[in-house]
């Protein structure tokens, strides 16, 4: 057992640093990489996801997990050993059923593709995309093809992000949700609506980028073990425990985009930091789902960092860091800025309240396309039909409508959005439960002290990392599986006091 479980996870860790070397040629390319890389390193990033998915994919290693099998069973199913032979197993199997010459196929349409959308996005010109996002939804098709038998074509998309779920589970998920959001937004948007207009003052970025780092500090983000760079599309990235980055944007005009989008990437840091350091490149050292990892920038993003307790005991800071812009604009004001909901376009901007609408839409759509049940060249009229029905406003150009979100264009069409929902949901989960453990968290909140809802999350949720599936952290830490019904609840609650329901 020991000779080949250590051969087992050297030659994973072989796999991992390919793996890690793409993701920091990545990081370099969205911060520090002038122009002229930019053809070098698609191509570097194309031989090092080769590399790596032919070490997965290389017989011996498949022969290693079959040897260490048996003895890692007899360790128990809760095992070290045992979930790694679970996880291997099931990333081996699935990275064996896709072709070799489909990978390179769609890895060839999709750049062609995110290249004319980088264009048609400000062009307006959905048009010129339409045809090649037709290929992608028959692509999608095919490489769902892969994983037959499946009961919906969008399942095996699903799992690539969300594993145990199923598009008959989300689909009454969010059909439920939806149903609870519609009237719930219909009800704020009817009350007096909040001024933002304090958060939109000159702050001078240095200072923003100061605040929020210290508050990412306090969350306990490990800057021995991380960095926070500038990006247009903030991301959180890993090339290693030890290694785990975060970037941000800042906005002159506009104090929550550098001190959230921070807040958001260090909480998805957190849950990597925090993943057991024996599991280290050996394919658990990784959140367990997309859901799941949502969730905990969500959680520490929004229900901590846009939670009235958070501010009471911060914005006294706040104030200090900007006398001149926030001196004189009382607590409430503030509070009520930050949590402004309304209507509105485009799905990055969206407070909480609307924001699963806009993620169900999506969601939607993905299936409708799979299905055949919407062509491509009639997705700007179908998204500016449903915009009316569930956001309320109706986007006048398609650079707001189907063309604002990279997802479809750089990527498959399915299970590309349903983590963003998941997100919301798990996280109003995971919270309820952490406050059900220790009741004071509220108040530590207040005072400044993340530590014991950290400790709690670390303990439950993160320390496991892919070693427990998305149903099974659920289970062990919520007691419940996944619903809406935490969420909701928060929702009513935060909402409820803040527009007066
Ligand atoms: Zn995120």
Redesign the pocket.
């Given at each position: 057992m020991n000779a080949d479980f250590d051969a087992l996870t050297a030659r994973l860790a072989e796999h991992d640093d390919l793996r890690s070397a793409a993701a920091l040629l990545r990081w370099d390319q969205a911060t520090y990489m002038p122009e002229g890389g930019s053809a070098a390193r698609g191509r570097q990033l194309a031989t090092l996801e080769k590399l790596a998915h032919d070490r997965l994919t290389d017989p011996e290693l498949a022969r290693l997990v079959d040897r260490v099998t048996p003895a890692a069973e007899r360790e128990g199913d809760g095992s070290f050993a045992a979930r790694l032979v679970r996880v291997a197993r099931r990333d081996i199997e699935r990275a064996a059923r896709v072709p070799a010459a489909f990978v390179s196929a769609f890895a060839t349409h999709r750049a062609e593709l995110y290249d004319r959308w980088v264009r048609a996005r400000p062009a307006n010109d959905f048009a010129s995309v339409a045809p090649l996002l037709a290929r992608t939804v028959e692509m999608s098709r095919e490489y769902a093809g892969f994983f037959a038998p499946y009961a919906h074509v969008a399942d095996p998309l699903i799992d690539l992000m969300d594993p145990d779920l199923k598009v008959t589970q989300l689909r009454a998920l969010f059909d439920g949700l939806r149903a609870e959001l519609v009237p719930l937004v219909d009800a704020i948007t009817r009350a007096a609506p909040a001024d933002a207009s304090c958060l939109h003052q000159t702050f001078p970025e240095a200072d923003q980028l100061a605040f929020a780092s210290a508050m990412a500090t306090r969350f306990g983000y490990d800057w021995s073990r991380g960095r926070q760079d500038r990006t247009a599309h903030p991301?959180?990235t890993k090339f290693s425990l030890g290694d785990v980055r975060i970037t941000t944007r800042v906005r002159p005009n506009d104090l929550a985009q550098a001190l959230f989008c921070t807040l958001?990437?260090a909480?998805?840091a957190l849950y990597e930091q925090h993943i057991d350091r024996r599991y280290e490149a050996t394919l658990l050292a990784e959140g367990t789902s997309s859901g799941v990892?949502?969730s905990q920038?969500?959680l520490w993003e929004n229900l901590v960092g846009r939670s009235l307790p958070f501010w009471k005991g911060q914005y006294p800071t706040l104030q200090a860091a900007f006398p001149a812009q926030l001196g004189g604009v009382p607590l409430d004001t503030f509070y009520r800025a930050i949590n402004r909901v309304q209507r509105s376009l485009i799905r990055t901007d969206a407070d909480e309240v609307t924001y699963g609408l806009h993620v169900i839409m999506r969601f939607d759509f993905e299936l409708e396309l799979l299905e055949g049940k919407l062509a491509a060249a009639d997705l700007a009229e179908a998204w500016r039909e449903r915009a009316r029905t569930d956001l309320g406003v109706v986007p006048g150009t398609d650079a707001d409508g189907c063309l604002q979100d990279v997802h479809w264009y750089d990527g498959f069409v399915g299970g590309a959005f349903q983590s963003?929902a998941l997100?919301n949901l798990m996280g109003a989960q995971f919270f309820a439960a952490a406050l059900r453990a220790h009741p004071s968290i509220p108040r530590e909140i207040e005072a400044g002290h993340f530590d014991t809802l950290r400790t709690w999350l670390a303990d439950n949720v993160y320390v496991h990392g892919r070693a427990r599936t998305p149903d099974e952290l659920m289970l062990s830490a919520t007691g419940a599986p996944l619903s809406t019904a935490p969420f909701m609840d928060y929702l009513r609650t935060k909402y409820g006091a803040l527009y007066g329901l």
């Open positions: 991301f959180m958001h990437e909480g998805h990892h949502e920038s969500r963003y997100g």
